[in-house]
């Protein structure tokens, strides 16, 4: 097991809230051996003697985990940032719902203490490599961990999907998402989608309103590349890669979404799974009570 003593920082909010959770974590005597890096160009704190800050570059050199303080647009950017270098993400959540981010503001010096002693479990969680082809050549490329997005501007889009090269339906609808397992407690599932263990190797297609009632969501193993193409030629229409990247969308184009061969690793508490992240999030029903139970019967 790697010793973590270079902890990265990243941080987009500046509210209270997050430069005091940050100060205290510097702060804290537990970590009295580490070294905290900020990338300059985004947060950072007063440089110290276990504070530093960096470019990008040198930043991604330097860390040994990266550690996102805010909600889950924080920890997708994080997931991005950190794609090609294999360094671990710990997320804290300062935001609301928090798929994404298994760490308590409350608790969260405790625990990030806990996981730099090496008392966690890793996950790895796949991602889609995203390619906009026009006219036959690639217009452009990029990473998701969460879900690409094709939405039309107040009208319905007439779209089609294959499957490897197997078409799997015509769709007019108001969009598509095209999810990671990670992604399916996203918009995915907001649009009637399936929630998917996330370690599972899979993608998720789930039409937005769609026009035809009997056109679900599936899921299929991403061994073979999702291609979409549009068929729209007065429609204006948009491209969305994990709430992150937009790109404008013209009748012809084909998104091509396959696996990546980079991964996510995140790091979490041993005491946080992932239904128990789903039942605290979601309100899933507890356990009966049986005193109320006595009192129906």
């Not at 039309?152 to 090269?165: E, H, P, T």
């Amino acid at each position: 097991m790697k010793k973590l003593s270079n902890i990265g920082i990243i941080a987009f909010e500046r509210s209270k809230e997050v430069r005091k959770l940050i100060a205290e974590i510097v702060s804290y005597s537990a970590f009295n051996s580490h070294t905290f890096y900020f990338n300059r160009g985004i947060f950072s704190l007063p440089a110290g003697p276990r504070v530093k800050t960096a470019e990008v570059k040198e930043f991604l050199k330097k860390i040994d985990v990266l550690v996102s303080v805010g909600g889950d647009g924080t920890f997708l950017s994080a997931a991005r940032l950190v794609a090609t270098s294999r360094i671990p993400l710990i997320g804290i959540n300062m935001g609301r719902l928090g798929f994404l981010t298994d760490i308590a503001a409350a608790s969260a010096v405790e625990q990030l203490s806990d996981i730099l002693k090496g008392r966690y479990r890793s996950e790895k969680r796949i991602m889609f490599d995203v390619s906009l082809v026009r006219s036959g050549r690639v217009a452009a490329r990029d990473i998701c961990l969460n879900d690409v997005v094709i939405k039309g501007l107040g009208k319905l889009l007439n779209l089609s999907v294959f499957y490897g090269r197997e078409l799997v339906s015509f769709y007019n609808s108001d969009g598509l998402i095209v999810a990671t397992p990670t992604g399916s407690t996203a918009y995915s599932m907001a649009s009637g989608g399936p929630i998917v263990y996330p370690s599972l190797n899979s993608v998720i297609i789930t039409p937005i309103c769609s026009h035809s009632l009997t056109q679900k969501p599936i899921v299929c193993s991403i061994v073979k590349p999702v291609t979409v193409k549009m068929h729209d030629e007065k429609t204006a229409m948009h491209l969305n890669i994990d709430g992150k990247k937009r790109l404008p969308l013209r009748c012809g184009d084909e998104v091509r979404i396959t696996r990546s061969r980079h991964d996510t690793t995140l790091l979490a508490p041993k005491n946080v799974t992932y239904f128990q992240v789903l039942r605290e999030k979601l309100l899933w029903g507890k356990a009966p009570n049986p005193k109320a139970t006595a009192r129906s019967s």
